[in-house]
T-cell receptor, first 112, second 112 residues
Framework: NAGVTQTPKFRILKIGQSMTLQCTQDMNHNYMYWYRQDPGMGLKLIYYSVGAGITDKGEVPNGYNVSRSTTEDFPLRLELAAPSQTSVYFC???????????FGPGTRLTVT | QKEVEQNSGPLSVPEGAIASLNCTYSDRVSQSFFWYRQYSGKSPELIMSIYSNGDKEDGRFTAQLNKASQYVSLLIRDSQPSDSATYLCAVNMGGAGNQFYFGTGTSLTVIP
C-alpha cells in the first residue's frame, strides 16, 4: 500500500501560470484534504472532500480549485499563480471510525 | 473561532530525559485528539491518537487527555536525538468534513 502519494515533489512557477497538484490515495478513505504549510504558521486547510463528487472550502480557498471524481484522486488546481501561493502543500486522508489523518509527502511550490 | 494552542518552544532536553509537550483547544465538544511528529522538510507523521480522558501509552510515548480542562499533552520518555522534530497537536472538532485543527507546533531538540 502506497498510502497517500503526491506529485510533483517540487515545482517552480512564474506569476500568472497555472498548474495542478496531484493527490492519490489507496486507503479507500472517503475524506480527503488539502493543506498549505508556511514556515512557523502551521497547517491551513484549503479544501476538503467527504466523498466523490462532494467538495467544500476550508480556511484559505482563494486562488485554488478542486475536484473529486473518484474516491482515490483529489487534485488541487492553482489558477493565475501568485507569490503568496509559495508554500508546501500537503494532501491528507481520514478514515472511519478512527478519524486518524494520514499525509502525503508534500509538494514544495515556489512562485516567482 | 476554533483554536488549538501549543507552546512554540523551542524545547531542549538532554538525551534520556522526559520531554513534555502541551496543547489546549477551544471547542469543548471535540472528541478526537492526535499528535504528529514532523521532521524538517517532511510531512507530518501520526504518532498518537487519544479519544478518552486519561492516559494512553505506546512505547516511549504517553498521551494524556483532560476534556474538562480542554488540555492534551504528550510525554516522551527516554528521549533520543532522533526525537528531535516539531510536534503538532491536532484536534478533530467534527462538523462538516470532520475538519482537523492544528497547533503551530512545538520544536523539540534532544541534546546528546
Amino acid at each position: 500500500n502506497a498510502g497517500v502519494t503526491q506529485t510533483p515533489k517540487f515545482r517552480i512557477l512564474k506569476i500568472g501560470q497555472s498548474m495542478t497538484l496531484q493527490c492519490t490515495q489507496d486507503m479507500n478513505h472517503n475524506y480527503m484534504y488539502w493543506y498549505r504549510q508556511d514556515p512557523g504558521m502551521g497547517l491551513k486547510l484549503i479544501y476538503y472532500s467527504v466523498g466523490a463528487g462532494i467538495t467544500d472550502k476550508g480556511e484559505v480557498p482563494n486562488g485554488y480549485n478542486v475536484s473529486r471524481s473518484t474516491t482515490e484522486d483529489f487534485p488541487l488546481r492553482l489558477e493565475l499563480a501568485a507569490p503568496s501561493q509559495t508554500s508546501v502543500y500537503f494532501c491528507a486522508t481520514t478514515g472511519y471510525p478512527s478519524y486518524e489523518q494520514y499525509f502525503g509527502p508534500g509538494t514544495r511550490l515556489t512562485v516567482t | 473561532q476554533k483554536e488549538v494552542e501549543q507552546n512554540s518552544g523551542p524545547l531542549s532536553v538532554p538525551e534520556g530525559a522526559i520531554a513534555s509537550l502541551n496543547c489546549t483547544y477551544s471547542d469543548r465538544v471535540s472528541q478526537s485528539f492526535f499528535w504528529y511528529r514532523q521532521y524538517s522538510g517532511k510531512s507530518p507523521e501520526l504518532i498518537m491518537s487519544i479519544y478518552s480522558n486519561g492516559d494512553k501509552e505506546d512505547g516511549r510515548f504517553t498521551a494524556q487527555l483532560n476534556k474538562a480542562s480542554q488540555y492534551v499533552s504528550l510525554l516522551i520518555r527516554d528521549s533520543q536525538p532522533s526525537d528531535s522534530a516539531t510536534y503538532l497537536c491536532a484536534v478533530n472538532m467534527g462538523g462538516a468534513g470532520n475538519q482537523f485543527y492544528f497547533g503551530t507546533g512545538t520544536s523539540l531538540t534532544v541534546i546528546p
